[in-house]
């Protein structure tokens, strides 16, 4: 089936008809993931987005773990509170 890429902007549009998107079960606001596989674009339905919570990934981390990159640049702004 052949599809029509139009330009936007900076990107591509790729319109797909409603039919084609009701055959592999995609909702019309779907997620699809986009890959080059031996040269050629194949768009797989993405069926569940992972869900993140804080508390989960806190705790994910290990024990002792100490954040090591922190930006402390130039005050650009009003954001010099003392």
Same mark, same amino acid.
């Not at 987005?49 to 290990?62: I, R």
């Given at each position: 089936m052949e599809v029509a890429v139009r330009p936007i902007k900076d990107a591509v549009e790729i319109t797909l008809p409603v039919d084609l998107l009701k055959a592999v079960? #995609? *909702?019309?606001d779907g997620v699809l993931e986009a890959q080059i596989v031996d040269g050629e674009l194949v768009l797989k339905k993405v069926d569940d987005?992972?869900?993140?919570?804080?508390?989960?990934?806190?705790?994910? #981390? *290990?024990p002792g773990y100490q954040e090591t990159e922190w930006a402390t640049g130039p005050l650009v702004g009003k954001e010099n509170w003392e």
């Open positions: 079960g #995609l *909702p019309i987005l992972k869900t993140y919570y804080l508390d989960e990934m806190l705790a994910a #981390l *290990p």
